[in-house]
């Protein structure tokens, strides 16, 4: 395997994301055999998983995070993630995620941006309507309704000075709310004046979007992993990958992670 390019994924909350994160691992294991991959994940119970043969790593983090951010410790890993993560090229995917083909020219991006990014469903701040209205005032004000809006759940970047600063000022400005955390990826590629790749649509698409076009991930986003719906459209998809991950997690105690 290539050490020097691999993939991230966020293991934290309840079993259900758990779950969801060995899917979509195994998912993007099928099409990239030889990719490394490193889960991240705050719950120690997950050391008890048999991940050999996988090509998959755990990595145990401890978020320093508010009381009242608790159940946000997956954007806590997600503005450190420069700081965890042991590649040069890294690509961060969110767990509701569905690799569908080979990442193909995707690392290309990186031989002329630091970071590529593929821009939100509402591409501009003032479509925003999923954050605290707060927030979303705060944003406007440092950076104007046209400013670009990109998805969080698929992040390309390569190790690198730039890009440290930009995740150094995305938690800064993440822990000003501790919610959400795309509005303060705005706000820190503004301040940092990074220059960020548009990456294609194909690989961070909708289900809906992507009807009838080629897509490399799909991306279930909303509260479809904690009702279930992820792990039955997964079944279609990627039923292997899915067989799987409940093979190796089926001696997890469920209460225990509920702790």
Same mark, same amino acid.
């Not at 083909?101 to 630091?114: A, F, I, K, N, V």
């Not at 303060?184 to 004046?193: E, F, K, N, P, Q």
């Not at 079944?235 to 990958?241: L, W």
């Given at each position: 395997?290539?050490?020097?390019?691999?993939? +991230?994924?966020?293991?934290?909350?309840?079993?259900?994301?758990?779950?969801?994160?060995?899917?979509?691992?195994?998912?993007?294991? =099928?099409?990239?055999?030889?990719?490394?991959?490193?889960?991240?994940?705050?719950?120690?119970?997950?050391? /008890?998983?048999? +991940?050999?043969?996988?090509?998959?790593?755990?990595? +145990?983090?401890?978020?320093?995070?508010?009381?009242?951010?608790? *159940?946000?410790?997956?954007?806590?890993?997600?503005?450190?993630?420069?700081?965890?993560?042991?590649?040069?090229?890294?690509?961060?995917?969110?767990?509701? $995620?569905?690799? $569908?083909?080979? +990442?193909?020219?995707?690392?290309?991006? @990186?031989?002329?941006?630091?970071?590529?990014?593929?821009?939100?469903? @509402?591409?501009? #701040?003032? @479509?925003?309507? &999923?954050?605290?209205?707060?927030?979303?005032?705060?944003?406007?004000? %440092?950076?104007?309704?046209?400013?670009?809006?990109?998805?969080?759940?698929?992040?390309?970047?390569?190790?690198?000075?730039?890009? %440290?600063?930009?995740? =150094? &000022?995305? &938690?800064?400005?993440?822990?000003?709310?501790?919610?959400?955390?795309?509005?303060?990826?705005?706000?820190?590629?503004?301040?940092? /004046?990074? =220059?960020? %790749?548009?990456?294609?649509?194909?690989? *961070?698409?909708?289900?809906?979007?992507?009807? /009838?076009?080629?897509?490399?991930?799909?991306?279930?986003?909303?509260?479809? #992993?904690?009702?279930?719906?992820?792990?039955?459209?997964?079944?279609?998809?990627?039923?292997?990958? #899915? =067989?799987?991950?409940?093979?190796?997690?089926?001696?997890?105690?469920?209460?225990?992670?509920?702790?």
């Amino acid at each position: 395997m290539n050490a020097d390019r691999g993939a +991230l994924f966020c293991a934290t909350g309840s079993f259900f994301y758990l779950e969801a994160a060995l899917i979509s691992a195994l998912a993007l294991r =099928q099409h990239e055999p030889m990719l490394p991959i490193t889960l991240l994940s705050d719950r120690p119970q997950l050391q /008890g998983v048999d +991940l050999q043969g996988t090509g998959i790593s755990l990595h +145990l983090v401890q978020p320093d995070l508010p009381a009242a951010a608790k *159940n946000f410790s997956s954007r806590w890993i997600k503005t450190s993630l420069a700081s965890l993560s042991p590649y040069r090229d890294s690509l961060y995917v969110d767990a509701d $995620m569905l690799t $569908m083909q080979p +990442l193909g020219p995707l690392w290309q991006s @990186l031989e002329q941006d630091p970071i590529g990014l593929v821009p939100d469903r @509402l591409p501009l #701040v003032s @479509l925003c309507d &999923h954050v605290d209205p707060q927030e979303k005032a705060c944003t406007l004000e %440092a950076v104007g309704g046209d400013a670009q809006q990109f998805n969080s759940g698929l992040i390309l970047w390569r190790a690198g000075e730039p890009t %440290a600063t930009l995740f =150094q &000022h995305w &938690h800064q400005q993440w822990r000003r709310f501790a919610r959400q955390d795309q509005l303060a990826l705005v706000r820190a590629i503004a301040s940092t /004046g990074i =220059q960020v %790749a548009v990456l294609p649509s194909s690989y *961070n698409s909708s289900p809906r979007d992507a009807r /009838g076009k080629p897509v490399h991930l799909l991306h279930c986003w909303g509260d479809k #992993v904690q009702r279930g719906i992820f792990r039955r459209f997964a079944a279609v998809h990627c039923p292997a990958a #899915v =067989q799987e991950a409940q093979r190796r997690l089926h001696s997890l105690d469920r209460g225990a992670l509920a702790l």
